[in-house]
């Protein structure tokens, strides 16, 4: 059974930096691409930044130049990096990632519970 857990959020002034970690644990064979996504009450979830197996990394524009992530595959961890926060950016982020839970599996998605991220003075 794979899970997604995320650590780091919280609250954070404008301005300021917060860093977002999510381990997968469980029996899998390996993980593909792994992501943070982001959504705010009312509004669709989105994309914020993803990282592929061979850290190829996709942000989304709103992000670009202030986040950062990168993943350690011996700990099966993605981190996502957030510096100059804004307002804009307090969102419940969850983490993402594509698994083959067995050899010759089609990778499957699986997703964190979310941590809420507040960015306000």
């Known amino acids: 059974q794979v899970q997604l857990v995320e650590s780091g959020g919280g609250l954070v002034q404008p301005g300021g930096s917060l860093r977002l970690s999510c381990v997968v644990s469980g029996r899998f064979f390996s993980i593909n691409a792994m992501g943070w996504y982001r959504q705010v009450t009312g509004k669709e979830r989105e994309l914020v930044a993803a990282i592929t197996s061979d850290e190829l990394t996709n942000y989304a524009d709103t992000v670009k130049g202030r986040f950062t992530i990168s993943r350690d595959n011996a700990k099966n961890t993605v981190y996502l990096q957030m510096n100059s926060m804004k307002p804009e950016d307090t969102a419940v982020y969850y983490c993402?990632?594509?698994?083959?839970?067995?050899?010759?599996?089609?990778?499957?998605?699986?997703w964190g519970k979310g941590t809420l991220v507040t960015v306000s003075s």
């Open positions: 993402h990632a594509e698994v083959v839970v067995r050899w010759g599996d089609y990778g499957m998605d699986f």
